[in-house]
């Protein structure tokens, strides 16, 4: 299976940042956005992260240029017919995706692989929601895209081999370190990394310790490079709990079960720095 064209659905930090990703690495890109303001500010974004490459010198301008030349910025999902490989990057629902799956399935050309950027979500589900369950699977990049390593590449039971195959190549052509997981919530790193995220908030809860002081042990005595709240609110403490969710949806324990101070949180607004309010203030 030979990538040379990949779409993207979804122009958020996730779709935008895979986006340059994908041309960095030679790819010619197609990103779709609901609204030409959100093409706009793809666009935009894509330009303010290569110009700090610039300046910083990773990059030379004229490298830049031609990245960017390579993106293209439609609200017309009509304009992916020829990709032969769409990544969508939209809500963390399960009935959103399975319907844009189908229509991604009616439009993209046969043989097109379709790929979800999900981090938790079934992938089979996806995959049968489409006239070609044997061409989809999970690509998972992180957050941000341009500077995290890892990809998950998700083999749900009804992908090809040779599907498969195509993502873990087109992964590492773009750079990054491809690990193949299992179709199940949470994949690798999800299913281990929420459940110490969640036992956190449990222990503020409790009154063991502060924010502050469970923040500073975790970095202090594991050398992680940010505490659970600091990274809880980077994430987002809605997509934390949703993402929590699925996980207790499949596996039915307790370690996933969102503890009631992250949910009140959730309805209290604070979602972390998309809000500037979360386990911490950020200023405006």
Do not use: W
Not at 47 to 66: C, F, G, P
Not at 145 to 150: E, I, V, W
Not at 236 to 261: C, H, K, M, W
């Amino acid at each position: 299976m030979s990538i040379a064209r990949v779409g993207i659905v979804g122009s958020g930090i996730m779709g935008s940042g895979i986006a340059e990703v994908a041309a960095a690495a030679g790819y010619e890109v197609v990103v779709r956005s609901r609204s030409q303001r959100a093409a706009d500010a793809m666009v935009a974004v894509l330009a303010t992260s290569l110009s700090k490459q610039v300046e910083k010198e990773k990059r030379s301008r004229h490298e830049a240029d031609e990245i960017a030349g390579r993106v293209t910025a439609t609200t017309h999902m009509g304009d992916l017919v020829g990709v032969d490989l769409v990544i969508e990057s939209v809500l963390e629902d399960l009935s959103v995706k399975k319907a844009l799956f189908a229509e991604l399935d009616s439009i993209c050309k046969p043989g097109a692989i379709l790929a979800t950027n999900t981090s938790t979500l079934p992938v089979v589900e996806m995959a049968m929601a489409t006239g070609r369950p044997e061409l989809v699977c999970g690509i998972h990049f992180f957050n941000p895209a341009p500077a995290m390593t890892l990809v998950e590449v998700v083999r749900p039971v009804t992908a090809l081999d040779t599907t498969v195959r195509a993502a873990l190549d087109f992964a590492a052509a773009c750079g990054k370190e491809p690990v193949e997981v299992k179709d199940q919530a949470g994949f690798v790193v999800n299913a281990l990394l929420f459940p110490y995220l969640n036992n956190a908030v449990r222990l503020l809860e409790q009154g063991v310790a502060s924010k502050e002081g469970i923040d500073a042990a975790m970095k202090g005595g594991c050398g992680f490079p940010m505490g659970p709240f600091a990274l809880l609110d980077l994430v987002g403490l809605d997509t934390s709990v949703a993402i929590l969710d699925a996980l207790y949806d499949e596996f039915r324990d307790q370690n996933y079960a969102s503890v009631p101070l992250l949910r009140r949180m959730v309805t209290s607004g604070r979602l972390g720095r998309k809000t500037r309010r979360g386990f911490y203030d950020y200023d405006r």
